[in-house]
């Protein structure tokens, strides 16, 4: 039986709002980020849905309307990432904390939303979801149940559990190289990724800055994600012949 060898290493990579920065949102730690400018307790939880729905919806509201605006745009690291996605010969799995749909909109399909999607909507009902690009509010009605007064962002609230984490948890089982892109490290499950496959797996960090975590990974390349992302992408690609 010819020995099986593993010539293309399976690639776990995460991303964070920093990769979605050049494309004009937000990130949330910066200076200029989300959370200097409204507190994750009035509009990122549970509590801060049942204490007043309309102003979590005017949040979520305003940064769906946001992604319709023609300025944002997949960045060059979001299309690298697609085109990469497509070329690799190994395992790849996007994992994004991301609620834009710049990844999609690049063309990236191994990809899931860890943190959910501000594309899409969820009956707290009948747990319908559905793809959403309108303004929600306290009297939207369910498309499935027909139920006003429960929809609510398809979106992960502090407090509640991440999505897909089965399938996060089995790729980052098997992967051999982990690659965490634009993301500070300061929220778990996520940030704790990189210390699960240490000492199995070549991690690498990509950021602007060095993260929470950074001490964590074998690498970091420090520079704006629209010119590391493709720049490292190309050089795995080149490596793996
Ligand atoms: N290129 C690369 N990295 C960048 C860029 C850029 N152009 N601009 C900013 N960054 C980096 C910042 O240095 C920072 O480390 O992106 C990171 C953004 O960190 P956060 O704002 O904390 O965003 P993120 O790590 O995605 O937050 C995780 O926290 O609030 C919750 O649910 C929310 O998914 C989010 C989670």
Known sequence: MEAVT?????????????????????????????WARVRVEDVATPGAFARDPARVHAFYNARRAQLRDPAV???????????????????????????????????????????????????GHCGHVAPWQEDLSATTACPSCGRAGGMRPHVVWFGEMPLAMDEIGAALEGCDLFVAIGTSGQVHPAAGFVAEVAGRARTVELNLEPGAMSRAFDERIEGPASETVPALLEALLRDAG
């Open 6 to 34: 593993r010539r293309h290493p399976s690639i776990v990579v995460l991303t964070g709002a920093g990769i979605s920065r050049e494309s004009g949102l937000a990130t949330f730690r910066d200076p200029d980020g989300i």
């Open 73 to 123: 745009a997949p960045n060059a690291a979001h299309l690298a990432l697609a085109r990469f996605e497509r070329a690799w010969p190994g395992g790849f799995l996007l994992v994004t904390q991301n609620v834009d749909d710049l990844h999609a909109r690049a063309g990236s399909r191994r990809l899931v939303h860890m943190h959910g999607e501000l594309g899409k909507a969820r009956c």
